[in-house]
């Protein structure tokens, strides 16, 4: 007893040979359709797919091996079970049915039994491939859902690490989430990859690092800093950098490298290593001119808040110097998509 009807279609030239194969397949419990030709056979297929199909071979018009060809380079049509059933009895025959995408070959006269047998069979697997596929699917919807989840939770630990390091700053805030979307919004001004965005973007939490190492007295001094002490504050982009280096994550290399080069300076006078120019990671080059805009404009214990016309002319002034001139411009152009985030 068949677990459901499954569609067979019969494809011939000879109505006898239909109607031997209708009657015994009929008898099996399968529901049979009957085409003449290979251009008949692709208009009914068109119209609705079979379970699997009976392909004669030497017919007028469309061969056997023309009409599975296309039925093969069809992704609608291209896992429909074929099997080639031919007066042909040569091993080329076979051999091509095979290469051109038959899951089996009968040769005539052929046994009912037979027929029947690989029908039954190749329609077990087809149900079983089919079950596969599904299971599999269903498997990768939950890798994906949960990789989401990850991903969420991911970023939700690596803003909340990052705020606790900040939170040694006073008056701070949201520093590393503004600092973050700023990068981000940058990163896909200058046009780079969604992947890239994407691990500077998570990464950019970690620039300042470094200064869980730096004392309270000079991290939180309200006026400014002499030259011993200033010294000892720069420490923390190295420290950063010592920090993440060895990590094989994608996103704590970039973490390490953010870490290092967000004071370098376009012009070569920045720190810990005077790079200039595009020696600088375009990391770098963006979270610097995040990280100042927000320092700028938020209030802190050795500053009040500068307004945003005010960090935006700053900015202006520091192009070629401080940052990157073609930042600069995205940045001054753009300046409406980073004004939401100051707060008021």
């Not at 067979?8 to 008898?27: A, M, P, T, W, Y």
């Not at 701070?172 to 981000?184: D, L, M």
């Amino acid at each position: 007893m068949l677990k459901k009807q499954y569609d067979i279609l019969l494809v011939d030239d000879r109505k006898e040979n239909l109607e031997l194969l209708s009657s015994f397949l009929v008898g099996k419990g399968y529901k049979i359709r009957n085409a003449l030709n290979g251009v008949v056979a692709l208009g009914t297929i068109a119209a609705k797919k079979p379970d699997l199909i009976l392909l004669d071979i030497e017919m007028p018009g469309m061969n056997g091996y023309e009409v599975c060809d296309k039925l093969k380079s069809d992704s609608t049509t291209k896992n429909i079970p074929i099997i080639f059933i031919s007066a042909h009895d040569d091993v080329e025959s076979k051999i091509k049915a095979f290469k051109i995408g038959g899951v089996d070959y009968i040769s005539k006269p052929f046994a009912n039994e037979e027929v029947v047998a690989r029908v039954k069979m190749h329609l077990e697997l087809s149900e079983y491939q089919h079950s596969l596929e599904e299971k599999v699917e269903k498997n990768l919807v939950e890798i994906r859902r949960l990789n989401e989840d990850l991903e969420l939770t991911q970023k939700e630990m690596i803003m909340t690490l990052s705020s606790i390091m900040e939170t040694r700053d006073d008056d701070t805030g949201n520093h590393v989430v503004k600092v973050a979307e700023y990068t981000k919004i940058l990163a896909e001004l200058y046009g780079l990859d969604e992947k890239t965005v994407d691990i500077i973007y998570k990464a950019t939490p970690f620039h300042d690092a470094g200064k869980v190492a730096i004392p309270d007295s000079i991290l939180n001094k309200p006026g400014k800093l002499n030259d011993e002490e200033w010294e000892v504050m720069k420490r923390h982009a190295l420290i950063g950098y010592n920090i993440f280096k060895n990590t094989t994550r994608p996103i704590l290399k970039m973490a390490a490298i953010i870490a290092k080069e967000h004071h370098e300076y376009w012009n070569g006078q920045g720190y810990p290593n005077g790079l200039k120019g595009e020696e600088i990671h375009i990391a770098g080059r963006l979270v610097i001119i995040a990280d100042v805009f927000d320092a700028l404009t938020s209030e802190r214990v050795y500053k009040k808040a500068w307004s945003i016309e005010e960090s935006a002319e700053f900015i202006r002034a520091e192009r070629g110097k401080m940052f990157e001139p073609k930042l600069v411009d995205l940045f001054l152009d753009n300046l409406e998509k980073f004004n939401k985030f100051v707060k008021p």
